[in-house]
């Protein structure tokens, strides 16, 4: 049965410790908790809050007017049978609310890969669809068949299969929208103790090996881990830089014009010869690294604004190290955003779901 309380403080539910009451708050540990809160609120035209590992989350610091439904779903059905998608993969089943580093560990474990360099990363399962959750050359785009959610608009359940999902870069149908809730997440993964190729530069030094080699499963894992730990992007509660939401902006993707731009500011700013990373991407246009960008517009490791501060670590996260708020964070947030457009004329886009404030 649903456990319902009232005035629930989100920062406890949150890993950068932020954020406001819940004026309701649903720990949801079965699918019918799950569905009978979200029916419930909407029949009372109440606003609703899905929340699995807060990890992706920036609360207002006045909390949230309405139904937070707390997803502590569990649930993880490894099929026998081989996918039908594709030969030599097996359908893998789960539930939204199961931990994502807990179920990337027991793939690598049986041997599935496709998930190995998605290791570390803090959350649930449900919210790995939304954002297209991806990290060191791997997408869950990548691997993911099916998505199994409520249609609050609809008021039934539904499933999406791939191309209904609109996978694109840190985003998919499910982002930007409260229509749907997931409730189950299906995987195809391959059947074999290789990691895909890497992909990743800097994963592929680590292993000591060329882009596009495969190495061993718990290999691939274990340089992922390490290299997110250097970065304080692996959850430790002795460790400051870790209460953060990870990267917080997204790398920007520029259009020929855009690009054009930034050769040009940076050759004024850094000097003729200075170059910055920049990868293809669909359409003709340009990645390149918000850190980069971030750290050559003058804001260090460490930049401090009150009681938050970009991370010691790694500069594409926000910490919460002295017991902030909200709104300290934003006040870092856009300074950090304005000081980038100013130096670069690159808009930096947040990576976290917002709630109740804007950038």
């Not at 049965?1 to 954020?19: D, F, I, K, P, S």
């Not at 959350?123 to 060191?136: D, E, F, K, L």
């Not at 718990?218 to 881990?225: F, K, S």
């Not at 990870?246 to 170059?275: C, H, K, M, Q, Y």
């Amino acid at each position: 049965m649903a456990v319902l309380c009232e005035q629930v403080n989100l920062a406890g539910y949150t890993t950068l410790r932020l954020g406001g009451p819940a004026r309701r708050f649903v720990e949801a540990a079965t699918e019918e908790d799950l569905l009978s809160a979200v029916r419930r609120a909407d029949k009372d035209g109440e606003p609703v809050l899905v929340l699995g590992g807060g990890s992706n989350l920036v609360v207002a610091d006045d909390g949230f007017p309405g139904t937070v439904v707390h997803v502590a779903t569990r649930g993880i059905e490894f099929r026998a049978r081989l996918d039908p998608y594709r030969d030599g993969h097996v359908s893998v089943r789960v539930q939204a609310g199961e931990e994502w580093e807990s179920f990337v560990a027991r793939c690598v474990a049986k041997g599935l890969s496709g998930i190995e360099c998605l290791s570390g990363i803090p959350g649930r399962v449900g919210a790995s669809p939304i954002q297209n959750v991806g990290a060191y050359g791997q997408d869950v785009s990548e691997t993911i068949t099916e998505v199994r959610a409520y249609d609050r608009a609809r008021g039934e359940i539904v499933t999406l299969d791939h191309a209904a999902c609109a996978f694109t870069y840190r985003h998919s149908v499910f982002k930007g929208s409260d229509r749907y809730v997931v409730l189950e997440v299906t995987f195809s993964l391959e059947e074999t103790e290789e990691s895909r190729p890497i992909r990743y530069a800097e994963l592929a030094r680590t292993l000591g090996v060329e882009v596009g080699a495969r190495v061993p499963l718990t290999a691939a894992r274990e340089a992922v881990l390490e290299l997110r730990g250097r970065k304080g992007m692996v959850l430790d509660q002795s460790d400051p830089d870790t209460r953060s939401a990870g990267s917080f902006f997204t790398n920007p993707i520029l259009e020929p014009a855009e690009l054009a731009e930034l050769e040009r500011r940076v050759a004024e700013r850094l000097g003729p010869d200075a170059t910055f990373p920049r990868y293809p991407d669909e359409g003709g246009r340009t990645k390149t690294s918000a850190a980069w960008l971030i750290e050559h517009a003058g804001f260090a490791k460490g930049h401090q604004c009150g009681p938050v501060r970009i991370s010691t670590k790694h500069t594409l996260a926000l910490t919460n190290p002295d017991g902030g708020c909200t709104s300290d964070l934003l006040t870092l947030a856009r300074e950090v955003r304005d000081g980038v457009r100013e130096a670069f004329a690159v808009e930096l886009v947040n990576e976290p779901v917002f709630v109740g404030v804007r950038l």
